[in-house]
């Protein structure tokens, strides 16, 4: 997870003859909290021995591969053959994938509620790996309220690689100029500003709140 502070340093370029058409949210960070700590505490009975191990075994390096399409049974795999020591904690990442996730961040499931109820249309715009999506789908209806969603492990590509916001515009015919998008990785938020999306830094959802109200999308 990544630091999260209550400054407001987010500024929109809006105006009038712009208004906001779309709200793309990211889901691991920003809806959900997510953070293999969640699992591995319960895996490991030394903390310095679970971070030496997201360190240098499961890293979040070797997990980006997961975001992009690659099977996660094939790569824990290779990563045991290398790692045989760590064989346990390593297949866990594949079968206990649902134990990262402590649960909703249910403040911004909230704003998901009021900006729907607007009338305004929210997006999905996540990393996330082909066999986790469903289980999340399962587990967290509220994910089914957006009009659309597109995941990175079922498109090859991960942000912040400015193909997959190309991607997510097209796809839903969205003006860059028109949709704001949300997600808690600075990368994410400077690769939507190359492409002239509107993009706030998710920090907190309070943080939030008051960035979407100061353009008038909540009170």
């Known amino acids: 997870m990544l630091p999260r502070d209550e400054r407001h340093d987010d500024p929109l370029s809006m105006n009038g003859s ?3 058409e779309a709200v793309v949210f990211d889901v691991g960070g920003v809806l959900l909290d997510w953070d293999p700590r969640h699992l591995y505490r319960k895996v490991f009975d030394d903390q310095r021995a679970m ?7 499961c890293t979040l390096e070797w997990h980006a591969q997961h975001d992009r399409g690659a099977q996660i049974e094939e790569s824990c795999s290779e990563l045991v053959a290398t790692h045989p020591e760590h064989a346990d904690p390593i297949w866990a990442w594949a079968r206990r994938s649902e134990e990262m996730i402590a649960g909703p961040i249910d403040e911004t499931v909230t704003i998901v509620r009021e900006l729907k109820d607007t009338g305004l249309a ?6 996330m790996e082909t ?35 190309e991607r997510l515009l097209a796809r839903f015919a969205l003006v860059p ?32 709140r008051e960035s979407l109200a100061d353009i008038g999308l909540v009170a």
Do not use: M
């Open 131 to 165: 066999h986790t999506w469903p289980l999340r789908l399962a587990r967290f209806p509220f994910l089914g309220w957006f009009d659309g969603a597109v995941v990175s492990g079922f498109e090859g590509v991960a942000k912040p690689d400015l193909e997959i916001f």
């Open 18 to 20: 712009s208004p906001i």
């Open 51 to 57: 971070e030496e191990f997201l360190a240098e075994v």
């Open 177 to 208: 100029q028109r949709t704001v998008f949300i997600d808690d990785s600075p990368a994410n938020i400077d690769a939507a500003r190359q492409l002239a999306i509107q993009a706030i830094h998710f920090r907190s959802p309070a943080q939030l």
């Open 122 to 127: 929210c997006y999905l715009l996540t990393n």
